[in-house]
Antibody, heavy 123, light 107 residues
Framework: QLQLQESGPGLVKPSETLSLTCTVS??????????WAWIRQPPGKGLEWIGT???????FYNPSLKSRVTISVDTSKNQLSLKVYSVTATDTAVYYC???????????????WGQGTTVTVSS | DIQMTQSPSTLSASVGDRVTITCRAS??????LAWYQQKPGKAPKLLIY???SLENGVPSRFSGSGSGTEFTLTISSLQPDDFATYYC?????????FGQGTKLEIK
């Protein structure tokens, strides 16, 4: 059964870099034909797509975040990672990794989600 | 960017009611729309994809319709477990924009 598990520091200081990892179990990122995504949700607000990556390293980013975000994959560890640079309080959110329903589709509905990890940006 | 607007933002209803939530896209997205249910502290759960296709395991009281720019999610007979927040998401373009959410409350 496919499972996604986000992990990383729960508290990041303003202007620093937020770094999160999503560990995939039950499927191999390198042999899978799926794309993988990061999505976030600020407290009490809606969902925001951050970006999507394929095992080859091909990425798509939300234009509003593109200048501050990097998504990468480590196929040896079966993990994807997210870095958000120069964070401010507005980056405080629950961060989810997710997989689309359709293999080979860079943008699609998401049927598999991690449980999310809360990141607070504060000094 | 494609903007998604849901209405209403909050909906009060009773068990057994039929409810409808609307999602409008700022430009045509064909049928590339999904609906999710989210409960507090939990990840979103996919209910509907391709505007009207029911995800496996989702009760048949949930249904979706629409194409182009206007879409609806209907719950035919509300059950206690259905009180939650609902989001639409377009995936016509890679930005995958979500609506702002509709909170379904118990009247």
């Amino acid at each position: 059964q496919l499972q996604l598990q986000e992990s990383g520091p729960g508290l990041v200081k303003p202007s620093e870099t937020l770094s999160l990892t999503c560990t995939v179990s039950g499927d191999s990122i390198s042999s899978s034909s799926y794309y993988w995504a990061w999505i976030r949700q600020p407290p009490g607000k809606g969902l925001e797509w951050i970006g999507t990556i394929y095992s080859s390293g091909s990425t798509f980013y939300n234009p509003s975040l593109k200048s501050r975000v990097t998504i990468s994959v480590d196929t040896s560890k079966n993990q994807l990672s997210l870095k958000v640079y120069s964070v401010t309080a507005t980056d405080t959110a629950v961060y989810y990794c997710a997989r689309p329903t359709v293999a080979g589709s860079a943008y699609d509905a998401f049927d598999i989600w991690g449980q999310g990890t809360t990141v607070t940006v504060s000094s | 960017d494609i903007q998604m607007t849901q209405s209403p933002s909050t909906l009060s209803a009773s068990v057994g009611d039929r409810v409808t939530i609307t999602c409008r896209a700022s430009q045509s997205i064909s049928i590339w729309l999904a609906w999710y249910q989210q409960k507090p502290g939990k990840a979103p759960k996919l209910l509907i994809y391709k505007a009207s296709s029911l995800e496996n395991g989702v009760p048949s009281r949930f249904s979706g319709s629409g194409s182009g720019t206007e879409f609806t999610l209907t719950i035919s007979s509300l059950q206690p477990d259905d009180f939650a927040t609902y989001y639409c998401q377009q995936y016509n373009s890679y930005s995958g924009t979500f609506g702002q959410g509709t909170k379904l409350e118990i009247k």
